[in-house]
């Protein structure tokens, strides 16, 4: 799997938007770009996931450039409860079906300031 | 409504003592993944199970072994725990289609007396 870049830490005020950014420089045109935050003390938390388009659900938006070699997770209204550290993982995509598990980084360790 | 299940939460084991700790899902999910994570540190995979077939990771230790009786359940074996052996122990589950996403569980903090 390609490997990611993201910075360590961030900070962000509580009701802004937060802005992760990640490198993904020699990604795959078969591989997709997921994040998952983890909580302290809690198990990673699956967030979101793109191919190639952006995306958008209940708790973030994804976007991805044209080129696939970086993304962006926004929290749309950042709240405490969203101090994570937060993981972006490029895994293969398998059209069978497939079973690979996610080699993960050191992530961003994200601090929402009241 | 907890999806993906591990228990207990805290386990303390002695030196050399053989010790397991289990993993339950609800999602009749075909795949189940044991990760464990040191403090400071990300998870890393240690071994999957998709269906009944077992995959080990090239690196993980032989002291470590797992189990998977049923659909349900997946049991990770440590023989021999060492001090280092200490850590979070992540238990996820995941369909086996196409994208689909990775869920875990709250995770077994093992100490090691």
């Known amino acids: 799997d390609a490997k990611t870049t993201q910075p360590p830490s961030m900070d962000c005020a509580e009701g802004r938007a937060a802005n992760l950014p990640c490198n993904h420089s020699t990604i795959s045109g078969n591989e997709y770009v997921y994040w998952y935050r983890q909580i302290h003390s809690q198990g990673p938390q699956y967030i979101i996931h793109g191919l190639k388009n952006n995306e958008t659900n209940e708790m973030a938006s994804l976007i991805i450039t044209e080129d696939r070699k970086s993304s962006t997770l926004i929290l749309p209204h950042a709240t405490l409860r969203d101090t994570a550290v937060y993981y972006c993982?490029?895994?293969?995509?398998?059209?069978?079906?497939?079973?690979?598990?996610?080699?993960f980084g050191k992530g961003t360790h994200l601090i929402i300031q009241p | 409504d907890a999806m993906v299940i591990q228990n207990p939460r805290y386990q303390v084991t002695q030196f050399g003592k053989p010790v397991t700790l289990s993993c339950s899902q609800t999602l009749n999910h075909n795949v189940m993944y044991w990760y464990q994570q040191k403090s400071s540190q990300a998870p890393k995979l240690l071994f999957h199970?998709?269906?009944?077939?077992?995959?080990n990771e090239a690196d993980t230790p032989d002291n470590f072994q797992s189990r998977r009786p049923n659909t349900s359940f997946c049991f990770l074996d440590i023989r021999s725990p060492g001090l280092g052996d200490a850590a979070m122990y992540l238990c996820a589950t995941s369909r086996a289609q196409g994208s689909q996403p990775q869920h875990f569980g709250d995770g077994t903090r093992l100490s090691i007396l």
């Open positions: 199970y998709y269906d009944k077939d077992f995959n």
């Open positions: 993982i490029v895994r293969v995509f398998y059209s069978g079906g497939g079973a690979d598990g996610l080699t």
